[in-house]
């Protein structure tokens, strides 16, 4: 891989095998289909160079989240292979990093070292990562009683001072209120400028069209289209007809 190079993937292919809970009886006197095969992605290449800012769209169900798990190591490729270069921070299952009966501060702890930080990073950004989380008192409070927002700043705010190479960042960032909204932005167009690399799924285009220069057009688990902001308006009048006359 070039030392300019990101994140590369060749080929990349994702199978989930589908359990069926009740194989029908038809189904258990022919011995079959109790197994469903499912791609989430099929044959994905793609190769984004260092402080490159993506974008990924796509319809739900397109394989965007799989292609973030894939490339922050996750989840595994079926087929194909997978190459990165730097420290990889994601925001994806946000639940995933926290414990429900720890405090906020004890959980900034355990999903500080979760994304590669040590006890003294932890320590030293506290403050910080509390103050952009905004979430006052409740520092002291057990995490099941955050609200569904605060656990979304949180979280955020951890991934953006765990001082990532690489931030992926899956949908979230147009949750929260209109000022987090306005935090964020400015935040991950602070580590855009101080040349990180950035990939952002999310529904919001103005946000894309305004932050992205590179975007990853993904459906039923491929890339239909890699190309400038300008795919953003065809897609969106793709997604607008295909409402229309369904
Ligand atoms: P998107 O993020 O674009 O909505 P996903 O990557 O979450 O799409 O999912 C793509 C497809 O893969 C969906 O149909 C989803 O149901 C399926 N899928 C995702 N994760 C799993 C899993 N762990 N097991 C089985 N199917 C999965
Ligand atoms: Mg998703």
């Known amino acids: 891989m070039k030392n300019n190079i990101a994140i590369e993937l060749k080929g990349v292919s994702k199978k989930y095998i ?4 009740k194989p029908t009886l038809v189904e258990n006197v022919l011995k079959r289909s109790e197994r469903e095969e499912f791609w989430a992605l099929k044959d994905i290449n793609l190769v ?3 402080g490159e800012r993506v974008g990924i769209i796509g319809p739900n169900g397109s394989g965007k989240t799989t292609l ?3 490339i922050s190591g996750i989840t595994t490729p079926t087929e194909g292979k997978v190459k990165t270069s730097g420290k990889i921070v994601s925001l994806i299952e946000l639940e995933a990093g926290f414990h429900p009966e720890l405090t906020g501060e004890e959980n900034i702890s355990l999903n500080g070292l979760l994304v590669g930080m040590s006890k003294e990073d932890v320590k030293r950004r506290l403050k910080k990562i509390v103050s952009f989380a905004d979430i006052g008192q409740f520092i002291d409070a057990p995490f099941y009683t955050y609200s569904q927002g605060m656990m ?3 979280g955020f705010s951890i991934a953006m001072h765990a001082d990532p190479d690489i931030l992926l ?3 979230g960032i147009n949750g929260g209120d209109v000022k987090f ?3 964020s932005v400015k935040k991950i167009d602070q580590m855009l400028n101080d040349g990180k690399t950035v990939l952002v799924v999310s529904h919001w285009l103005e946000f894309l069209a305004k932050y992205s220069k590179k975007i990853v057009w993904m459906e039923g688990a491929r890339i239909v289209e890699i190309g400038g902001t300008n795919i953003l308006n065809k ?3 793709r997604m607008l007809n295909r409402r229309n006359f369904k």
Do not use: A, G, V
Not at 18 to 21: A, C, G, K, Q
């Open 18 to 21: 589908l359990h069926h809970e």
């Open 48 to 50: 984004i160079k260092k």
């Open 68 to 70: 973030l798990e894939i």
């Open 152 to 154: 979304l700043r949180l």
């Open 169 to 171: 960042l899956d949908e």
């Open 181 to 183: 909204q306005r935090k």
């Open 235 to 237: 897609y969106r009048t």
